[in-house]
């Protein structure tokens, strides 16, 4: 059985719509965006933004800041994903965001099952990093408390 092709009008008008629909469709998540834990990425949004999803909150952050950017900021280790929707609900954005360990000038140091994280530019020194034994990690986070209280108390009068 031989099928005559469509006419060309009808052919024109199936690709016309066929192309809206695609044009029409929101960028996939295409590239995780890769943001290291403690650090902060600025990101241009689509226009028309009017809700900000977060897969999960514990991974990522995504604070939103005039001239359509956001600030995206890694809070643990992992992969989660950003949606962003009009306010028909209709989704302008996805993108998957990946939180990794900082690379450069840090230096994990192992003792059997225990870490410590030392930040080395240019001289070693303790830093607060995920992962790292709780002891460590609660002795340098303490200190660094304690030490910002300082700094903070050391201007202010006497009462």
Do not use: H, W
Request: net charge positive; glycine share 6%; with cysteine.
């Amino acid at each position: 059985m031989l099928v005559s092709p469509l006419p060309s009008r009808r052919l024109l008008a199936v690709a016309v719509a066929a192309l809206a629909l695609v044009a029409a469709r929101p960028a996939a998540a295409t590239e995780a965006l890769a943001v290291e834990v403690d650090q902060a990425s600025i990101v241009k949004m689509p226009e028309q933004v009017a809700t900000i999803v977060i897969g999960n909150p514990l991974i990522a952050d995504v604070v939103l800041q005039g001239g359509g950017t956001m600030v995206v900021t890694g809070k643990a280790y992992g992969t989660t994903n950003v949606i962003l929707l009009d306010r028909a609900g209709a989704t302008l954005m996805e993108r998957l965001i990946e939180v990794r360990s900082p690379r450069d000038n840090v230096v994990f140091v192992y003792r059997g099952a225990e870490r410590e994280t030392y930040s080395c530019a240019p001289k070693c020194e303790r830093r607060i990093t995920l992962g790292d034994s709780a002891a460590y990690f609660t002795a340098t986070l303490t200190q660094a408390g304690n030490y910002n209280t300082q700094a903070s108390n050391a201007g202010k009068p006497a009462r």
